[in-house]
Nanobody
């Protein structure tokens, strides 16, 4: 079992930066891969990025590539989503998720059994 808690969302102007954190706990948290997703009102949950905790490899959605960076801190049991050059269309609730997805399904929310509660990120124009 893995428990996830996000923090760090908020309101920022377009072009600004924000870092969202995901704290993990549980007996086997380090064995999981971590995904970041977001959901805007009226839209489906959307893949943002992914990191394999043990080796640190990452993947990003095209919409955020070059602007967002995922990292992890093993000592603090945290995964971070650093968001730069934010745009109004980045406004959404951001979720971290944990699971053991194969590479071909790591973009799918259904591949992750454990989820945090989400944190709101609002980008004003």
């Amino acid at each position: 079992q893995v428990q996830l808690v996000e923090s760090g969302g908020g309101l920022v102007q377009a072009g600004g930066s924000l870092r969202v954190s995901c704290a993990a706990s549980g007996r086997t948290w380090r064995n999981f891969a971590m995904g970041w997703f977001r959901q805007a009102p009226g839209r489906d949950r959307e893949f943002v990025g992914f990191i394999r905790w043990t080796v640190g490899t990452t993947n990003y959605a095209d919409a955020v590539k070059g602007r967002f960076t995922i990292s992890r801190d093993n000592d603090r049991k945290k995964v971070y989503l650093q968001m730069n050059s934010l745009k109004p269309e980045d406004t959404a609730v951001y979720y971290c998720a944990a699971g053991h997805p194969d590479d071909e399904v790591k973009y799918m929310a259904s591949a992750y059994p454990y989820w945090g509660q989400g944190t709101q990120v609002t980008v004003s124009s």
